[in-house]
């Protein structure tokens, strides 16, 4: 009687179990604004445009390039930069999901929504090589997150970036200007 009861409460755990993880799938395809507001940790400012625009911070190693001006207007893209990223464990690429899962850009404080953000991996090939010129994998191009649909007034902002791979947050935030 014991065994049958214990096997009967072990297939509903299992079960439970299963539900769960299942619903939690399909929650993260309906709902991937949610999902990734629970991954993702945007990062804000803590300095101001003008701080920011007199002394900017260092350029990081993991960002390709960052748009200083505002010369398309409605669209802000920073690049992650793959080749400094990679390590030997990727193999053949930085995968493209995992960062567009966790990335986030703030403007002023406010994050942009998932939903007005694009992603774009440059599509060059770099193969990356051992010391002993083994071939150890190969990665594309920088990887492109724009920010569009952003309405913004003339003058100074902050623009805040952040993204996590390999369970670390990258984080970088730097001053743009809009024209009249």
Known sequence: MKSKRRRLVIRVL?????????GCGIFTVLFP?????????PFYPTYTAEELCENPLPLPYFIYELPTN??????????????????????????????????????N?????RRDLDFTLITTFHPR???????????GGPIV?????????????????????R???YQHQWAFRVES
């Open 109 to 113: 404080g406010t994050p942009v929504s």
């Open 70 to 107: 505002y010369d398309t207007p409605g669209r802000l893209c920073p690049e992650i930069d793959t080749y400094n990223l990679w390590i030997p464990s990727d193999g053949n690429g930085i995968p493209v999901p995992e960062v567009a899962f966790t990335a986030s850009i703030t403007i």
């Open 129 to 139: 090589y051992g010391a002993s010129g083994e071939l150890l994998g190969a990665h």
């Open 145 to 165: 997150v724009c920010a569009r649909n952003l309405d913004l007034p003339p003058g100074l902002h902050v623009a805040t970036f952040s993204f996590r791979y």
């Open 33 to 41: 604004e949610i999902y990734a507001f629970l991954y993702a940790r």
């Open 14 to 22: 299992i079960g439970i179990v299963v539900v769960v993880l299942i």
């Open 167 to 169: 369970d670390q947050y």
